[in-house]
């Protein structure tokens, strides 16, 4: 699969550093989880985590 | 009150191991050819032209992604109608090759239900197609029923809704824009990162990087958050067809029904001339404000200084409709302030009980469930892994797909049964058009020549005969009765 540059036409703003398990992301929403966390985690650990970044779609409607 | 007639045209992505963008097209056109059910391989495309503006005039040419360009230097596709590769399916609904993306249009439906479980029967024949394609190209073909690639393309969900020709056009862009804004917050997908300006970490809609005009015809680029397409698929001099474009692909079939009934209810308020008159400051950044206030009530600047909220602008429709449709127990009515009080309660249960909110709409859904995953692992939003768990929500594979496992442990408001589902897929259960449709592909489908949202064409024993269907009509089961194709286009004129 030929990767592309990133698209030239959007702009980013830079990304600032983070380090792991600092004050990342949206606060953690009081929900309780869905059922069955366990099996949840599991399917999520066993998707390839670079699949977002191979990813890539033409522009449609 | 007027039922209003609607569909729900959904481009999905995908992806097909060892292929890029740069293959997407032919293999798009590959794999809605490998759609393994009955149907009609034609459309009569001569009634659309995308080009057409709702305020009177036609434009030029229509803007592309000058990065989608860049694709197809020195390579041909072929003709238009053979890169298309349209098929009108037994339920006449239609499937096609839309720039690169399978795209399922639904048959026109009545009913908040109708149209969620045809969304439904959308996802299965783009999954019959992709695994027929799948064993053909003998790769791995995943679909994706979302908005975006994560590195700056989007493809579209797009409503359509029939509305009357006589409607000012200003006063359905003022009366629709505060609830296109706003309803996003019970209907938007939900998004890990940004794909324009300041970084962020999670928002509510996946296409709000997208919008960068309030208004214009386009859908490629330049997006608008009103559209102003003007193919009404209907008789011009009555009709428009409303084109939604900056709805997003939902999974929770609650959030379908939502995103559907948000927009009829304010079409029924500008029809009545009941709309609340909100002025937005600035509808794009607007919308982009709300997208981004996920944990606020996503605030929205007025003119002259003030500001209200996404909540308060949905109430402000939702609210004089409960009053103003109270004395109408007709099935329309009472299905639409069924699933607008479902509304109000999940507006009210966004903070009060977010455990409840989060199994009616998506973006909560997803933030819920890749929240566990960001605590588990320690990983920072900005991890790569956590947009490629973005993107397996919605892989709509069973068994596959976050949402997939979602519903089957319960923890998102129940599917369409699979029976209503199996049965959408090559039925229509409503007096619609869409009936008339399904009812020729299934049963006269040697003599069809071609179809369209508006005609019918045959080849009879007299020679081709184009039929009109007329969306305000109803279309009776009765006519599944017709003996012959003749019997069949007498009782459609008849009608």
């Given amino acids: 699969m030929t990767i592309y540059a990133e698209r030239t036409t959007r702009r980013m703003d830079p990304e600032p550093e ?3 398990g600092d004050d990342a992301g949206p606060s953690k929403p009081d929900v309780k989880r869905p059922g069955g966390p366990n099996e949840l985690l599991k399917r999520m650990k066993r998707v390839d985590p670079d699949q977002a970044k191979k990813y890539r779609q033409r522009s449609g409607q | 009150m007027r039922p209003i007639l609607a569909g729900l045209d959904t481009e999905y992505g995908f992806s097909v191991e060892g292929r890029g963008a740069e293959d997407q097209i032919d293999d798009a056109k590959a794999l809605v050819r490998s759609y393994p059910g009955e149907c009609l391989p034609s459309w009569d495309e001569r009634s659309e032209n995308p ?7 036609r434009l030029g040419s229509l ?7 860049k694709f197809d ?17 037994l339920n006449g609904a239609r499937f096609y090759n839309d720039h690169g993306h399978p795209e399922y249009a639904t048959p026109e439906t009545w009913s908040l239900s109708e149209i969620a479980a045809h969304d439904r029967a959308g996802d299965l024949a783009v999954l019959r197609a992709a695994a027929a394609y799948g064993e053909t190209c003998r790769g791995d073909v995943r679909v994706y029923k979302n908005n975006t690639d994560f590195h700056g393309a989007s493809y579209g969900t797009h409503e359509s809704y029939l509305v009357p020709r006589s409607i000012p056009i200003d006063n359905l862009v003022n009366g629709l824009m505060p609830m296109l804004v706003a309803r996003q917050v019970l209907c938007g997908a939900g998004k890990v990162g940004s794909e324009q300006g300041a970084r962020c970490d999670y928002q509510i809609s996946q296409r709000a990087d997208f ?8 859908t490629l680029f330049r997006r608008p958050v009103f559209n102003t397409r003007d193919e009404p698929h209907a008789d011009p001099a009555k009709w428009i067809r409303l084109h939604v474009i900056c709805g997003e692909s939902n999974l929770v079939s609650t959030a379908t029904k939502l995103k559907v009934a948000l927009a009829k209810v304010a079409i029924h308020l500008v029809e009545t001339g009941n709309q609340p008159m909100w002025r937005l400051a600035d509808p794009v950044r607007a919308f982009k404000a709300v997208s981004r206030d996920p944990d606020g009530e996503g605030r929205i600047d007025l003119e002259g200084r003030s500001w209200t909220t996404a909540r308060q602008v949905i109430e402000s429709y939702v609210v004089p409709f409960l009053a103003c449709s109270s004395g109408d127990t007709g099935p329309y009515a009472t299905e639409m302030r069924e699933h607008l009080g479902t509304a109000i309660a999940l507006l009210e249960a966004r903070f009060s009980d977010p455990e409840r909110f ?3 709409v998506d973006w909560a859904a997803k933030r819920a469930v890749l929240s566990q995953y960001v605590d588990s692992e320690r990983v920072p939003w900005s991890d790569p892994s956590l947009q490629s768990l973005d993107l397996e929500y919605h892989r709509i594979d069973k068994g596959e797909g976050l949402f997939q496992v979602l519903l089957e ?25 869409a009936r008339a449709r399904s009812i020729a592909v299934t049963r006269f489908r040697d003599q069809l020549a071609t179809a369209s949202w508006g005609t019918l064409t045959f080849n009879t024993r007299l020679g081709e005969k184009c039929v009109q269907l007329p969306p305000e009509k109803t279309y009776p089961v009765t006519l599944e009765r017709c003996a012959t194709v003749e019997d069949f286009i007498m009782e459609l004129e008849r009608t």
């Fill in chain 2, 409 to 433: 442990l319960g923890a998102v408001d129940p599917d369409p049964t699979e029976d209503d589902v199996l049965d959408r897929a090559i039925n229509v259960r409503e007096a619609t058009r």
């Fill in chain 2, 63 to 69: 803007s592309r992604d000058p990065e989608d360009a």
């Fill in chain 2, 51 to 57: 080009r057409n503006d709702l305020r009177g005039f």
């Fill in chain 1, 18 to 20: 983070r380090k792991l």
């Fill in chain 2, 73 to 89: 230097e020195g390579r041909s596709h072929g003709p238009a109608s053979e890169v298309r590769s349209d098929r009108v399916l």
């Fill in chain 2, 358 to 360: 989060a199994r009616s």
């Fill in chain 2, 211 to 218: 919008f960068s005009e309030p208004i214009n015809a386009e």
